[in-house]
């Protein structure tokens, strides 16, 4: 089974309000990882968080992480239209050489 | 610019036929990657490089096959033992612990 799993599996809200996602994972980290996929597209890295970090800020990102739950948040504020979007979590084990693991994703849908 | 090109972006593939996935990269990464996506699913690891002439098999990488022989280069092909090669196919190269995709592959069996 994947490492990640998002929750929710999709939001809709409207614009100007605060977008928050959840990623849990099962096996210790070295870090974790956000990335933002518009449809068709490639994914594009938002922010990386390390396993000794408990929150970062990158613009309207906001990301925890909580490891003795084993789980994530990314919180977008005063959300756009243009934020609408898949956004993926995506981790790298603690042990030895690890590629990255992505969850199924959840999509957002910003409303004018 | 910089960045990561694969080609072709749609293809159509017949039944029992081999098809070539590029991926080039302009970034000097050493690492590069393959990976399949399916509708509403994540990303899964078919193959993966640390470093020329060298390639690792994924969670999925039965019916595929790659080469590396050039670091800037990394094609994959879908081979006619993949059963169910309809997909969405990302390359991406990786520096550190940060992962650039491309724009991605459609392969549709028809």
């Known amino acids: 089974s994947q490492q990640g799993e998002e929750d929710p599996q999709a939001l809709s809200i409207q614009e100007g309000e605060n977008a928050t996602m959840n990623c849990s994972y099962k096996?210790?980290?070295?870090?974790l990882q956000w990335y933002r996929q518009n449809s068709g597209r490639g994914l594009v890295h938002l922010i990386l968080?390390?396993?000794?970090?408990r929150e970062k800020h990158s613009g309207r990102l906001r990301v925890t992480l909580d490891t003795s739950k084993k789980s994530s948040s990314l919180l977008i504020t005063a959300s756009r239209a243009a934020d609408t979007a898949s956004y993926f979590c995506a981790t790298v084990l603690s042990i030895g050489y690890s590629t990255l693991t992505f969850g199924k994703g959840t999509m957002l849908l910003v409303s004018p | 610019d910089g960045g990561i090109t694969q080609s072709p972006k749609y293809l159509f593939r017949k039944e029992g036929q081999n098809v070539t996935l590029s991926c080039e990269q302009n970034l000097n990464h050493d690492a590069m990657y393959w990976y399949r996506q399916d509708p509403g699913q994540g990303l899964r690891l078919i193959y993966y490089?640390?470093?020329?002439?060298?390639?690792q098999k994924g969670d999925i990488a039965e019916g595929y096959s790659v080469s590396r022989e050039k670091k800037e280069s990394f094609p994959l092909t879908v081979t006619s033992a993949q059963k169910n090669p309809t997909a969405f196919y990302l390359c991406?190269?990786?520096?550190?612990?940060?992962?650039?995709f491309g724009e991605g592959s459609w392969l549709t069996v028809v």
């Open positions: 991406a190269s990786s520096e550190g612990n940060t992962i650039y």
């Open positions: 968080i390390r396993s000794n970090e």
């Open positions: 490089s640390q470093i020329v002439n060298d390639f």
């Open positions: 096996t210790s980290i070295n870090n």
